[in-house]
């Protein structure tokens, strides 16, 4: 008996998804000028944004497909998951060149219905048949939502060509811009899971393990691209902008929490996924939409790595006392803290943001800070390591990172910087200071264990953030 031939389209589409990404930073090296663009009769438009999403979304896929030619070999469907991640490739590259309304929509729809597809590759598995199909209805709404956004605009403006409609979207009247808004922030959400339209995401977890990378590396961020795309849609109203802020805060610390009560590996990836778009849609909402890019951008590389190496997170450890002293604990808390601090100052430097002005870039500078509070806790809680080390290792490997974070952004919002007000200029207000507020409690809480030891809390997380019961496999199986 001859041996099963094993398909070549594995190693075909790897090479030629490489292939795409090496043409893709040329690409954006010739782009690289602020300002450049490439328009070809009002259906595809090329600019900085489109640049940086090519190259982007080619490396993920790239990774994934060379991650997937072993992971999958064994799959009996091995060529058709290979042809939809690279169809979904070539189709995200589309929604980020796409200049006509009918063709961004189309895009937009064709993105989820392989997504849709790909969460449910397992055939004759009811449960990866429930996840993909509740994923299917959610991007079908959103897809509905988004053309009903974009018809409200074209129609306003008489301009078929997003980019026509952007450089009219001025003379629009309030209640107009307001319900456009309204409609493609409701699109953005479903497709990067915010909350109340989450369950989709915590849902999907029958996806290959690759699949799921590619979705949580790259899928889910078309949310921040699309309202950095429709950035003057939403900038030139400072109510419209604080929708925006309150919507990815309440994500953002929800799904924070939520994170903390998941006993899955997996389950507390897709609810990180989750708070990480909701600081991408908050940045958006504070003006700095250039940082939301780089924020999908680096949480790409993040959660890609996080999916694909999740197997070996999986593994039998018995709980360990601390041997750590309280004066050591004292000593690694205070260089965190003034660590963090040095960290926030060090960003807005580098990225010129005012830390006495009135403006937005206070918030931000302060979640950069919360953040880097946060990330010191993984070498504080480093028991391996000496209380000197320790306080050494959190300075050298936070600033640094903290400065190449800032050099992305600053390179990012060059390539940026010729779209219209992708720069708005706006200043922090009451509800600002409020959600800010709530960012500092939730850290607060997370610090002093209080989801512990709330046990009511704690079973309202776990209960708010199950997934649909139709996509649980049973003990049986």
Not at 415 to 425: N, R
Request: proline share 5%; with cysteine; net charge positive.
């Amino acid at each position: 008996m001859s041996a099963k031939r094993t398909s070549r389209l594995p190693t075909v589409l790897s090479r030629l998804v490489w292939s795409l990404f090496v043409a893709n930073v040329a690409f954006a090296a010739w782009m690289a000028g602020p300002g450049d663009e490439l328009t070809i009769d009002g259906i595809v438009h090329l600019d900085g944004l489109t640049a940086v999403m090519w190259v982007a979304v080619a490396f993920f896929s790239g990774i994934v497909h060379s991650f997937s030619r072993r992971y999958m070999a064994a799959d009996p469907d091995v060529e058709r998951f290979f042809g939809l991640v690279f169809l979904l490739t070539l189709v995200v590259m589309l929604l980020t060149a796409a200049d006509h309304v009918a063709l961004f929509v189309l895009a937009w729809m064709s993105m989820g219905l392989i997504m849709a597809d790909l969460i449910g590759h397992v055939r004759d598995w009811p449960q990866a048949d429930a996840a993909g199909g509740l994923a299917r209805w959610y991007f079908l709404a959103g897809s509905i939502l988004l053309g009903a956004g974009l018809a409200v605009l074209a129609s306003a403006t008489g301009k078929t060509a997003i980019s026509g409609i952007l450089a009219n979207v001025e003379g629009l009247s309030p209640a107009t811009t307001a319900v456009a808004a309204g409609l493609i922030l409701s699109a953005a959400m479903i497709q990067s899971a915010l909350f109340p339209f989450h369950n989709w995401l915590l849902s999907s977890m029958t996806a290959p393990t690759p699949a799921s990378a590619m979705m949580h590396a790259g899928f889910v961020n078309a949310g921040g691209v699309l309202l950095s795309r429709l950035a003057p849609v939403f900038a030139g109203d400072v109510v419209i902008m604080l929708v925006v802020v309150v919507a990815g805060a309440v994500s953002a610390v929800l799904a924070q929490a939520w994170m903390l009560v998941k006993p899955s590996a997996k389950g507390r990836l897709g609810c990180s996924t989750v708070a990480q778009m909701g600081f991408m849609i908050l940045q958006c909402g504070l003006g700095f939409f250039a940082a939301a890019v780089t924020h999908l951008i680096v949480h790409g590389f993040y959660k890609a790595y996080m999916f694909l190496s999740v197997g070996s997170r999986v593994e039998k450890v018995p709980p360990k006392k601390s041997k750590t002293s309280a004066g050591s604990k004292v000593l690694t808390f205070g260089v965190g803290v003034l660590a963090a601090v040095a960290a926030g100052v060090l960003f807005a430097q580098l990225t010129g943001k005012s830390l006495t002005g009135p403006g937005t870039g206070v918030f931000l500078t302060a979640i950069v800070v919360l953040s880097a509070l946060r990330g010191t806790r993984t070498l504080v809680e480093q028991a391996s390591l000496s209380p000197l080390a320790r306080a050494v290792a959190i300075p050298l490997s936070l600033l640094p990172a903290v400065a190449l974070y800032a050099g992305i952004y600053n390179g990012i919002s060059a390539m940026m910087g010729g779209l219209p007000m992708i720069h708005p200029h706006l200043e922090m207000t009451p509800i600002h200071w409020l959600v800010l507020g709530l960012f500092v409690l939730g850290h607060l809480a997370l610090e002093t264990g209080w989801h512990r030891d709330n046990g009511r809390l704690y079973v309202a997380l776990l209960n708010s953030s199950q997934p649909d019961p139709a996509t649980i496999p049973t003990r049986s199986e």
